[in-house]
């Protein structure tokens, strides 16, 4: 009776172990699951800004980084709706990760309209010292802006060191006009 018993509890053993492995490798594929989908959403809602009115405006560098965080989450999401089996969900985030980086490829290579800037735009050039009221000034940005786009959105040392130059014998050739203009109705015995 006692054999009988430990192969009772034998079994009963057995049987209990093969439930605890099922509910593990069940618990497991769950975690994995999850650890997933956490993978996916992680930061989705630190990423987030407070609207202050358009007091402050956010730096471009960080704005430019929160938007390709953003399109690697979207691509993550896209790739767990597939692996999920949620074809139609996975495509039609796609179709709009397609639009949103279209739409970001239309804003980066707009052109910028140096004949009539944003007062934003004058503000911030004259901290950099340039004048964009000047139409020589402006006539170079737009010379500089279409070399740089024909180079795939850069412009060599050469290219600058020509620009600068070309300023600076805009700015001598007007310093001697004025002159000129002051001297010329001059008489020598005026001027001396």
């Given at each position: 009776e006692e054999?009988?018993e430990t ?5 009963q ?6 439930e605890a492995?099922?509910?593990?490798r069940?618990?497991r594929e769950e975690?994995a699951?999850q650890?997933?989908r ?8 630190d990423?987030?800004?407070?609207y ?7 730096d471009p560098?960080q704005q430019?980084?929160?938007v390709k ?6 691509e ?5 709706y597939e692996?999920n089996?949620?074809?139609?969900e996975?495509?039609?985030l796609?179709?709009?990760l397609d639009?949103s980086?279209e739409?970001i490829?239309?804003v980066?290579?707009k ?9 934003e735009m ?6 950099f010292?340039?004048?964009l009221?000047?139409?020589r000034v402006v ?6 802006s ?8 850069k ?5 600058i060191d020509k620009?600068?130059q070309q300023?600076e014998?805009?700015?001598v050739?007007?310093?001697?006009a004025?002159v ?7 008489s020598?015995?005026?001027?001396s």
């Open positions: 054999t009988n192969s009772d509890d034998y079994s053993l057995r049987r209990r172990s093969r492995t099922k509910t593990l069940k618990l975690h699951t650890k997933s956490d993978h996916v959403w992680t930061g989705l809602f990423r987030g800004e407070v202050k009115g358009g007091v402050e405006k956010a560098g430019e980084a929160v965080q953003q399109l690697e989450d979207m993550r999401l896209v790739k767990v692996a089996g949620k074809a139609e996975a495509s039609r796609q179709e709009n639009k980086r739409a490829h239309k980066k290579n052109e910028i309209d140096f004949a009539n800037p944003q007062p004058v503000e911030s050039a004259k901290n010292g340039i004048d009221k000047d139409p006539q170079m940005l737009k010379e500089m279409k070399e740089q786009a024909k180079n795939g959105g412009l060599d040392q050469e290219a620009y600068t300023a014998d805009g700015m050739a007007d310093a001697r004025h000129n203009g002051i001297l010329e109705p001059m020598m015995n005026e001027v």
